[in-house]
């Protein structure tokens, strides 16, 4: 190999993802790609399995550096952690100021906000970069959020545009903001891809259980679905599953499957990080849950024996039911968006970025998880109206919240009758109701507050903080009040 830089980009770590965005790169006409694994067996293997790509390859970090024109720019896909810090730590050896390090990989925004601190006082630009879609979505192309400087953005820019997927004639990739932007922005993606699938799984189950279809049948509805508002790869790739047979068993897949669903964490940080900004997100929260208590056997074990319903529970109309089933679901996705792009105002707010919600429902549009009909509503409703308080308030979905929600609430109070868990349908019907209630009991709970820990209240009536000296005896209670 020769140590002429020729490359305009490098990726760091080959597994299946880098390996995928490194064929992805190659494949598209301009890039010239250097190719750089710690392990080089690794390396070699996408060498010889992929030939026509023609990859420029290093053995070392001084031999990658060499062979990339400056600014030099390379993609860490690496496992998030001290791998990251590892590689970044042996780049910053290598490159020099104005070089470009990307993580494309899942890290907290957090640490994109350190690293890109720590890596700007030498110099050198660092840019945290959401990669969703997946392995499918890493090869022919993803939707891409990246944070860092606008300088970065210079070279990076016309690169990450011609991997990215296209989505009505657009590149799904725009500079979220600065430091860690792009990674809080794919953390929140992600939350809602939780709230999305579980919010499908319950609509199954309700299905099943209400009307006693098989997963075929089911299968057959979700791809009418498809065909709807709804429509989305998540429902597509749910009818596929629903679809699969057990080849050893013959059964449905489904049925094989265990009922124990894993995470990576990237749904948790986007609840705890909600509740660090005091942004509700109940849908997405319930989600989470879900999946922890699918994942805890023993405990399921022991309370299977406990009471249910008095009187079992069946549905009059199936059809009827399965519409249903169908505006509550799709209520109730307004619902999980609309919290999501909440808590995305909320973290541009207490960081400092400029996101501009609009690009990013664009973006979302192709290449990702979460790509869907429905996205094009949430970029024309940012379009309208770049200052929109809550997405839900927005004349489409308000629109098709007025069109749902008695639908919605049939929906729960049959899931409550016939006690099938539906924890997102739940909690994103009492979190509309909450949104749109004129007086909520917050008021009972301020004086609680105030009882036990003299926390003080706000009056309807005049302004001020007031506290009130409770006492034993009613008929002595005395009220402070303050002007300020």
């Not at 849908?283 to 309370?303: D, T, Y």
């Not at 009972?444 to 007031?466: I, M, P, S, W």
Request: glycine share 10%; hydrophobic share 40%.
């Amino acid at each position: 190999m020769s140590n002429e830089a020729e490359a305009n980009i490098g990726v760091v770590g080959l597994a299946v993802m880098g390996s995928n965005l490194a064929r992805n790169l190659a494949s598209r006409e301009g890039n010239s790609v250097a190719i750089f694994n710690r392990h080089y067996d690794k390396t070699q293997t996408l060498l010889d399995e992929h030939p026509e790509a023609e990859f420029l390859a290093a053995s070392t970090y001084e031999e990658f550096a060499s062979t990339l024109s400056k600014p030099r720019t390379a993609i860490i896909m690496v496992q998030a952690g001290r791998g990251t810090d590892a590689v970044i730590d042996e780049l910053t050896k290598v490159f020099e100021p104005g070089d470009i390090i990307v993580d494309g990989g899942n890290a907290l925004f957090t640490d994109t906000i350190r690293r890109e601190k720590a890596v700007r006082e030498t110099g050198i630009n660092f840019v945290g970069a959401g990669i969703s879609g997946g392995e499918e979505g890493a090869l022919n192309g993803p939707s891409i959020m990246p944070g860092g400087s606008d300088e970065s953005w210079v070279t990076l820019g016309p690169i990450l545009r011609s991997i990215a997927a296209i989505a009505e004639g657009e590149p799904c990739v725009t500079h979220v903001g600065h430091d860690g932007a792009g990674h809080f922005v794919k953390m929140v993606h992600n939350g809602i891809e939780y709230a999305d699938m579980q919010l499908i799984a319950e609509a199954y189950d309700l299905i099943r259980r209400g009307t006693g279809k098989s997963p075929a049948e089911i299968a057959d509805i979700f791809a009418e679905w498809n065909k709807s508002e709804l429509e989305s790869y998540l429902i597509e790739i749910t009818a596929e599953v629903l679809r699969q047979t057990d080849a050893e068993t013959g059964k449905p897949l489904v049925d094989v499957i265990l009922d124990q669903a894993g995470a990576k964490g990237t749904g948790a940080w986007t609840v705890q990080t909600a509740l660090d900004l005091g942004i509700p997100v109940s849908g997405i929260a319930e989600a989470v849950f879900a999946r922890s208590l699918s994942s805890k056997p023993a405990q399921r074990a022991a309370a299977s024996d406990l009471p249910g319903p008095s009187e079992s529970w069946t549905v009059a109309d199936p059809d009827a039911f399965v519409e249903d089933v169908r505006q509550a679901l799709y209520a109730s996705k307004i619902v999980a968006y609309s919290q999501g792009f909440d808590e995305i105002v909320a973290g541009a707010e207490q960081y400092g970025w400029d996101i501009k919600k609009g690009d990013i429902a664009a973006i979302w549009r192709g290449g990702c998880i979460i790509r869907a009909q429905f996205l094009n509503r949430i970029t024309e409703a940012y379009a309208e109206d770049a200052g929109l308080v809550a997405l839900l308030t927005a004349p489409y979905f308000r629109e098709a919240l007025a069109r749902t929600q008695e639908a919605w609430r049939r929906v729960v109070v049959a899931a409550a009758q016939g006690g099938i868990p539906s924890p997102a349908f739940s909690s994103s019907l009492a979190y509309y109701d909450g949104l749109r209630a004129d007086r909520l009991p917050a008021a009972l709970v301020q004086g609680q507050r105030d009882f036990f820990g003299a926390h003080t209240y706000k009056r309807v009536d005049k302004d001020g903080v007031f506290h009130t000296l409770w006492s034993g005896d009613r008929s002595e209670i005395e009220t402070a009040g303050s002007g300020h």
